[in-house]
């Protein structure tokens, strides 16, 4: 492209800006509001997949040992545990850390264990977590075979729902995304269509004195690049806002929830949201230029 060609268009995008201020606001408000819609549920299926992320990654193994299992053999085993493809930690629980951490479960029930006195019915055991979540079951019943082991427990019912559970908001987080994608794309294609709308004689004799589509197009496709920039950078600031104020109130009532981290993660979605509102801008300029072209 020629710089005086360039000089043109940039001129040409300035000209249509201020002669059509109102339909241009409106045109950055359309993608302003629909940007920031679709940012709050990216967001949100952001902060839900971090969350089933890690309620997966809390899954454990109880492994039980015998009670005729010595020292020596329980080393061992936690050696052999550990070799075991896919195992990430593996944590020795003594009977009396146990005991320990069942009073301290029970609170101020935990009266209850008078009754045993000096006896601890507790089994020594292993924390074993995997490195990958679906590998809960095979790694439980690899490690149920080795001499010396009691019973294996991972709460079978509750981890595949747990797993099922995730999995769906996953893929439900996806489609809703997708959905809200195209429908900011219609919504912004059809307000952008309003300004072309307006210019369509104008299109129409530069076709007749023999300019080319291309020609024709540059100028609306820079213009609708710079409505869902301007639009974007309106939406990334509302988000960023409300991502603070809502980040500040969970952390008021819930200090250990699993929420994304303001920095950097707000930079990447302010990052997104600008790629996004250029890319929706020209695509809805496009679209909507298409039709008028055809003289």
């Known amino acids: 492209m020629k710089l005086r060609t360039s000089e043109y268009f940039i001129t040409e995008v300035a000209h249509s800006l201020r002669r059509n201020t109102w339909m241009s606001l409106a045109s950055v408000g359309t993608v302003a509001v629909s940007l920031f819609v679709l940012g709050v549920f990216l967001i949100l ?35 052999d545990i550990r070799n075991l493809q896919g195992i990430a930690h593996v944590d020795y629980v003594s009977r009396d850390e146990a005991k320990a951490r069942l009073a301290e479960r029970l609170g101020d029930q935990k009266y209850l264990l008078d ?77 952008i269509r309003l300004t072309v709308y307006a210019r369509r004689k ?37 988000l960023r806002s409300f991502y603070a104020a809502m980040a500040a109130k969970i952390y008021s009532t819930l200090a250990f929830f699993p929420l994304m981290p303001q920095y950097p993660f707000m930079n990447y979605v302010t990052l997104a949201l600008l790629l996004a509102g250029m890319a929706i801008g020209a695509t809805g300029s496009t679209v909507s230029l298409k039709r008028f072209l055809k003289v």
């Not at 299926?45 to 010595?70: G, K």
């Not at 074993?128 to 690899?142: C, G, I, L, S």
Request: hydrophobic share 50%; proline share 3%; no cysteine.
């Open 202 to 238: 104008e299109v129409a004799i530069m076709k007749y004195v023999g300019a080319t589509d291309w020609f024709i197009r540059w100028p609306f496709l820079l213009e609708g690049i710079v409505l869902g920039f301007v639009g974007g950078i309106l939406a990334a600031l509302a």
């Open 115 to 191: 009754a045993l006195g000096d006896t601890n019915p507790l089994p020594d055991s292993f924390e074993v977590t995997v490195t990958q979540p679906d590998m809960v079951e095979t790694a439980a019943k690899a490690i149920g075979e080795f001499p010396g082991i009691e019973s294996t427990r991972y709460g079978q019912d509750v981890v595949q729902h747990l797993f099922d559970i995730t999995r769906l908001m996953r893929i439900f987080g996806v489609a809703l995304m997708l959905l809200l994608a195209a429908a900011t794309v219609f919504i912004i294609a059809n307000t």
């Open 45 to 79: 299926v952001l902060n839900m997949n971090r969350m089933a992320s890690m309620l997966e990654s809390q899954v454990q193994i109880s492994v039980y040992l015998e009670d005729s299992v010595s020292d020596v053999d329980r080393r061992g085993l936690e050696h």
